[in-house]
């Protein structure tokens, strides 16, 4: 059974840009129906949100500056929000809290000594420890958006094959095994698009259409199991089978970084880098391209002026992309 969420967003946290917040929606959409949606911290600044935000139901809390407070009001006005659904509203059995402040901390365990499930979304840079440790589940926001295959076709408009399967890939990507029921997987395509139609892509069953995605684009295999059809995700390893070395690992981290930046990254935790590559190439390691530890990597892109390794306020390691 599908989950119920509301989201709340702080657009400080998540940068404030579109394709942001539609990947948060997503991933949000993939786990079950977002009943309540709502950003903190609107201005016109932000007005290319409007169409994703009304499209979505979502209501805004406007930012009107004042003094030196304003951040930490907007703070409380969401966990003033937050318990206000959890008390009165008992569809809502799961919350998703686009944000990394401590602040938050108390209002995640009063949420779930209420039996709700809480999922964190922040950007590494701005992502306190005590949050992610206290949150049932928490997800980097780069993990969210980053080297991800957005369908063409917005919505309204017709979908493309592509575009349906590469929506089933997400799907698949998002559950613990990378398999699911057919009927599972079109529930959430229709969550995500309620214009799908397996007709509108020349297709007269889902089955049918399934099948031909899986024979065009080898992304997943279908199983028969009784009366039921599943899906499993074909395992993709980066990398093409080469391994990393000292001679090519430098192009590959521009590559990461370069990504990164184009998704409206500035800055992230060396340690979702490190993830990065290790997904791409598992058996990476940093005696293999030369050095002893991350830091000395991170030294050595230094030098090569892709990266400038930082320290927050908080005494945390970042590296900001250059």
């Known amino acids: 059974m599908a989950s119920h969420f509301a989201l709340f967003v702080d657009l400080e946290n998540c940068g404030g840009k579109k394709s942001m917040l539609l990947d948060v929606i997503e991933r949000v959409k993939i786990r079950g129906d977002i009943l309540i949606g709502k950003v903190y911290g609107y201005t016109d600044s932000y007005s290319d949100l409007k ?7 979502f209501t805004v809390v406007p930012s009107l500056r004042y003094g030196r407070s304003q951040k930490n009001s907007m703070d409380i006005q969401l966990v003033i929000d937050a318990l206000d659904v959890a008390y009165r509203n008992d569809l809502i059995d799961s919350f998703c809290i686009v944000s990394g402040d401590s602040d938050y901390v108390p209002l995640v365990g009063k949420l779930k000594s209420m039996g709700k499930f809480v999922l964190g979304i922040s950007r590494s840079e701005a992502a306190s420890g005590v949050f992610m440790n206290a949150c049932s589940e928490f997800q980097f926001l780069e993990s969210v958006t980053a080297g991800k295959d957005r369908p063409a076709a917005p919505v309204g ?31 959430i395509l229709l969550r995500l698009r309620p ?31 009784g009366y ?26 521009a590559r990461i970084l370069a990504e990164y930046r184009d998704d409206g990254f500035e800055r992230v935790n060396p340690s979702l880098l490190k993830a990065s590559v290790l997904s791409e190439y598992p058996d990476f390691s940093e005696r293999q391209i030369g050095h002893r530890r991350f830091s000395d990597v991170l030294r050595a892109l230094e030098r090569e002026k892709l990266l ?15």
């Open 51 to 57: 169409e994703t935000l009304l499209s979505n139901t």
């Open 157 to 187: 408009e017709a979908l493309s094959l592509a575009d349906v399967n590469s929506m089933i890939v997400t799907i698949l990507g998002e559950s613990d095994s990378g398999e699911m029921l057919a009927s599972e997987v079109k529930s």
């Open 195 to 225: 214009d799908f139609s397996e007709k509108s892509v020349g297709h007269s069953t889902f089955g049918k259409l399934l099948a031909r995605l899986s024979q065009q684009f080898g992304s997943f295999s279908l199983m028969s199991e």
């Open 228 to 253: 039921n059809l599943i899906l499993g995700l074909v395992q993709s390893h980066g990398g093409g089978g080469e391994a990393l070395t000292r001679e090519n690992y430098i192009p590959v981290f």
């Open 308 to 322: 400038r390794v930082v320290t927050d306020d908080s005494g945390n390691m970042l590296v900001n992309i250059l």
